[in-house]
Nanobody, 124 residues
Framework: QVQLVESGGGLVQAGGSLRLSCAAS????????MGWFRQAPGKEREFVAT????????YYEDSVKGRFTISRDNAKNTVYLQMNSLKPEDTAVYYC?????????????????WGQGTQVTVSS
């Protein structure tokens, strides 16, 4: 069992940056692949980025490639999402998720644990 708590969301102007953090409980964080997802009002939850358990492998949704960077610090039980060049269409609730498997995945159904989410709002 792992509990996930996101932080770092907020209101930012277009072109700005935010760094989201997701702190995980438990001593087995390094055995989980991690992912970030987002859900905009009236839309389904969608994949944003994922990282393997070691941090050596990452994968991004096309619209965030080159702007967002996912990373993790297994010593701190934390995964990050650095978001640069933010756009109004990035506005959503952002969720982190943990997968009880070492390889990363972009599928919602592959994740076993979810945080409560943090709101990101990008104004134009």
């Amino acid at each position: 069992q792992v509990q996930l708590v996101e932080s770092g969301g907020g209101l930012v102007q277009a072109g700005g940056s935010l760094r989201l953090s997701c702190a995980a409980s438990g001593r087995t964080f390094s055995s989980y692949a991690m992912g970030w997802f987002r859900q905009a009002p009236g839309k389904e939850r969608e994949f944003v980025a994922t990282v393997s358990r070691t941090g050596g492998g990452t994968y991004y949704e096309d619209s965030v490639k080159g702007r967002f960077t996912i990373s993790r610090d297994n010593a701190k039980n934390t995964v990050y999402l650095q978001m640069n060049s933010l756009k109004p269409e990035d506005t959503a609730v952002y969720y982190c998720a943990a997968r009880t498997y070492s390889a990363y995945s972009d599928r919602i159904s592959d994740y076993d644990y979810w945080g409560q989410g943090t709101q990101v709002t990008v104004s134009s």
